[in-house]
């Protein structure tokens, strides 16, 4: 199993939430790596001093950039659900490509995209 973080997830580490930082810390000790889209990183990134923590969470995951070929199945997958946020869609694709868990703040956009796609995702709300 692997993991991809939301926007919702770096905010939650920006905000020093204890709960994102345990699931984290989890993840790193089971030596699961967790995978940011970099369009997430631009979604949350804002350059503020105090985004350390968001820089402190970055530092052991991938970062995923957005490929010619992933942008186009994001592309097509928000056509299906009728929806417009780019960096969902590429948080689904990629999560689903790679059979990962969601960890997020806001399922419900996410879980539309993927139901649209006519598939299940995974998610753990933090």
């Keep these: 199993m ?4 939301d926007a919702g997830a770096l905010i939650a580490a920006d905000r020093n939430d204890r709960r994102m930082w345990a699931l984290h810390a989890g993840f790193l000790a089971e030596e699961v790596l967790p995978t940011v889209p970099s ?6 990134w804002r350059g503020r001093a ?7 969470l970055l530092a ?7 490929e010619h070929e ?8 928000l056509g299906w659900a009728d929806r417009s946020d780019v960096a969902d869609a590429v948080v689904v694709e990629g999560a689903l490509r790679r059979d990962d868990v969601v960890v997020t703040s806001d399922p419900d956009d996410l879980v539309h995209l993927a139901d649209a796609a006519g598939v299940r995702l995974r998610i753990r709300r933090i």
Excluded at 39 to 44: E, G, L, S
Excluded at 50 to 56: D, F, G, K, P, Q
Excluded at 60 to 66: F, H, Y
């Design 2 to 5: 692997g993991v991809t973080y």
């Design 39 to 44: 369009v997430v990183v631009a979604q949350a």
């Design 50 to 56: 105090r985004e350390v923590n968001i820089a402190r």
């Design 60 to 66: 052991p995951c991938a970062i995923e950039a957005l």
């Design 70 to 77: 992933r942008a186009r199945s994001a592309g097509v997958m």
